[in-house]
Protein backbone atom coordinates (compact mmCIF):
# COMPACT_ATOMS: atom_id res chain seq x y z
CA UNK A 1 0.00 0.00 0.00
CA UNK A 2 1.10 3.10 -0.86
CA UNK A 3 2.41 5.71 2.00
CA UNK A 4 0.19 9.64 1.79
CA UNK A 5 2.23 12.30 1.93
CA UNK A 6 1.29 14.17 4.36
CA UNK A 7 0.39 11.29 7.14
CA UNK A 8 3.56 8.80 6.19
CA UNK A 9 0.59 6.22 6.87
CA UNK A 10 -1.59 4.54 4.54
CA UNK A 11 -4.75 5.10 4.70
CA UNK A 12 -5.74 1.44 5.32
CA UNK A 13 -3.60 1.15 7.89
CA UNK A 14 -4.93 4.59 9.80
CA UNK A 15 -8.67 2.84 9.90
CA UNK A 16 -7.72 -0.95 10.54
CA UNK A 17 -4.53 -0.36 12.37
CA UNK A 18 -2.58 -3.23 9.94
CA UNK A 19 -1.16 -3.29 6.55
CA UNK A 20 -3.91 -4.64 4.26
CA UNK A 21 -3.34 -8.24 3.24
CA UNK A 22 -3.43 -7.74 -1.37
CA UNK A 23 -4.76 -10.58 -3.16
CA UNK A 24 -1.46 -11.98 -4.79
CA UNK A 25 -0.14 -12.55 -1.23
CA UNK A 26 -2.85 -14.71 -0.41
CA UNK A 27 -2.71 -16.60 -3.90
CA UNK A 28 1.00 -17.38 -3.84
CA UNK A 29 1.26 -17.48 -0.03
CA UNK A 30 3.66 -14.98 1.09
CA UNK A 31 5.64 -15.09 4.33
CA UNK A 32 3.61 -12.77 6.23
CA UNK A 33 0.53 -15.19 4.67
CA UNK A 34 1.74 -18.04 6.11
CA UNK A 35 3.19 -17.25 9.76
CA UNK A 36 -0.63 -15.93 10.02
CA UNK A 37 -1.27 -19.46 8.79
CA UNK A 38 0.56 -21.04 11.69
CA UNK A 39 -0.72 -19.07 14.42
CA UNK A 40 -3.57 -20.00 16.77
CA UNK A 41 -6.91 -18.76 17.07
CA UNK A 42 -6.05 -17.37 20.57
CA UNK A 43 -2.59 -15.42 19.54
CA UNK A 44 -4.43 -14.36 16.14
CA UNK A 45 -7.59 -12.15 18.20
CA UNK A 46 -4.62 -11.61 21.21
CA UNK A 47 -2.34 -9.99 17.89
CA UNK A 48 -5.28 -8.27 16.07
CA UNK A 49 -6.21 -6.54 19.93
CA UNK A 50 -2.50 -5.33 20.14
CA UNK A 51 -3.01 -3.53 16.60
CA UNK A 52 -5.92 -2.07 17.22
CA UNK A 53 -4.25 -0.30 20.63
CA UNK A 54 -1.05 0.68 18.80
CA UNK A 55 -3.71 2.10 16.03
CA UNK A 56 -3.90 5.10 18.29
CA UNK A 57 -0.32 5.56 18.14
CA UNK A 58 -0.48 5.35 14.68
CA UNK A 59 -2.96 8.12 14.77
CA UNK A 60 -1.44 10.26 17.26
CA UNK A 61 1.97 10.02 15.01
CA UNK A 62 0.07 10.45 11.79
CA UNK A 63 -1.72 14.07 13.07
CA UNK A 64 1.34 15.32 14.01
CA UNK A 65 3.13 14.57 11.03
CA UNK A 66 0.00 16.46 9.36
CA UNK A 67 0.53 19.62 12.05
CA UNK A 68 3.96 19.23 11.19
CA UNK A 69 3.40 19.05 6.92
CA UNK A 70 0.29 22.26 7.89
CA UNK A 71 3.69 24.30 9.19
CA UNK A 72 6.21 23.51 6.73
CA UNK A 73 3.47 24.81 4.15
CA UNK A 74 2.51 27.73 5.94
CA UNK A 75 6.41 28.57 6.26
CA UNK A 76 6.43 28.52 2.53
CA UNK A 77 3.81 30.42 1.77
CA UNK A 78 4.30 32.99 4.56
CA UNK A 79 7.44 33.80 2.68
CA UNK A 80 6.08 35.02 -0.61
CA UNK A 81 2.87 36.24 1.22
CA UNK A 82 3.37 40.88 1.73
CA UNK A 83 1.47 41.44 4.38
CA UNK A 84 -1.06 45.18 3.59
CA UNK A 85 -1.31 47.17 6.60
CA UNK A 86 -3.33 50.27 6.74
CA UNK A 87 -4.32 53.08 8.95
CA UNK A 88 -6.70 55.98 9.48
CA UNK A 89 -6.22 58.15 6.44
CA UNK A 90 -4.31 56.29 4.33
CA UNK A 91 -5.15 56.35 0.59
CA UNK A 92 -6.08 53.28 -1.37
CA UNK A 93 -7.04 52.19 -4.83
CA UNK A 94 -10.57 49.81 -4.31
CA UNK A 95 -10.62 46.40 -6.75
CA UNK A 96 -13.23 46.67 -8.99
CA UNK A 97 -15.30 43.44 -9.22
CA UNK A 98 -15.00 41.89 -13.01
CA UNK A 99 -18.20 40.38 -13.05
CA UNK A 100 -20.43 43.84 -12.36
CA UNK A 101 -18.94 46.85 -13.41
CA UNK A 102 -16.67 45.76 -16.70
CA UNK A 103 -17.41 48.60 -19.02
CA UNK A 104 -18.46 47.54 -22.46
CA UNK A 105 -16.34 50.31 -24.08
CA UNK A 106 -13.31 48.98 -22.89
CA UNK A 107 -14.08 45.14 -22.96
CA UNK A 108 -10.85 43.36 -21.06
CA UNK A 109 -8.79 46.67 -21.22
CA UNK A 110 -11.40 48.51 -18.44
CA UNK A 111 -9.56 49.50 -15.21
CA UNK A 112 -9.30 46.53 -12.16
CA UNK A 113 -9.30 49.11 -9.59
CA UNK A 114 -10.43 52.59 -9.15
CA UNK A 115 -10.19 55.51 -6.70
CA UNK A 116 -8.41 57.02 -4.69
CA UNK A 117 -10.18 56.14 -1.47
CA UNK A 118 -9.39 57.06 2.20
CA UNK A 119 -9.72 54.73 5.17
CA UNK A 120 -12.01 56.14 7.62
CA UNK A 121 -11.87 53.86 10.23
CA UNK A 122 -11.33 50.30 10.77
CA UNK A 123 -13.95 47.22 10.79
CA UNK A 124 -13.14 44.21 12.70
CA UNK A 125 -12.04 41.29 10.54
CA UNK A 126 -9.30 43.09 8.64
CA UNK A 127 -11.79 45.08 7.19
CA UNK A 128 -12.28 48.98 6.32
CA UNK A 129 -14.37 51.55 6.06
CA UNK A 130 -13.51 53.85 2.71
CA UNK A 131 -14.62 57.41 2.06
CA UNK A 132 -14.61 59.56 -1.08
CA UNK A 133 -11.83 62.42 -1.19
CA UNK A 134 -14.94 64.66 -0.89
CA UNK A 135 -15.57 62.81 2.38
CA UNK A 136 -19.04 60.81 1.91
CA UNK A 137 -18.68 57.34 3.58
CA UNK A 138 -18.87 54.51 2.05
CA UNK A 139 -22.29 52.11 3.53
CA UNK A 140 -20.14 48.74 3.88
CA UNK A 141 -17.14 47.89 5.20
CA UNK A 142 -14.32 46.01 2.61
CA UNK A 143 -12.07 43.34 3.43
CA UNK A 144 -7.98 43.98 2.77
CA UNK A 145 -7.76 41.94 0.14
CA UNK A 146 -9.82 44.34 -2.10
CA UNK A 147 -7.47 47.35 -1.36
CA UNK A 148 -3.95 48.17 -1.97
CA UNK A 149 -2.34 51.42 -1.25
CA UNK A 150 -2.29 54.51 -3.68
CA UNK A 151 0.87 55.93 -4.67
CA UNK A 152 -0.05 59.65 -5.59
CA UNK A 153 2.34 61.00 -8.36
CA UNK A 154 1.20 64.80 -7.44
CA UNK A 155 0.30 64.82 -3.30
CA UNK A 156 -3.20 65.87 -2.36
CA UNK A 157 -3.69 68.30 0.74
CA UNK A 158 -5.75 65.83 3.01
Same mark, same amino acid.
Given at each position: ? $???? &? ?8 ? +? @?????? /? ?21 ? !? ?8 ? *?????? $?? =? ?8 ? $??? +? ?18 ? #? /?? *? ?5 ? @? ?10 ? =???? $? #? ?6 ? !? ?12 ? +? ?5 ? &? =?? =???
Amino acid at each position: M $AFHG &STKVSPYQLV +Y @GHDAVL /PWEVKTGSRRMFSQDQLTTDDYT !TLMKDELDDL *VEHRLR $AL =ISIEENRKRV $AKW +YDKKVKAKEFVDGDLVWKLI #P /PI *VTKNSKF @GKWSPNWEGPYR =INRC $A #PGNAFILE !TLEGVEFPRALNRK +YLKRYYP &S =IW =IDA
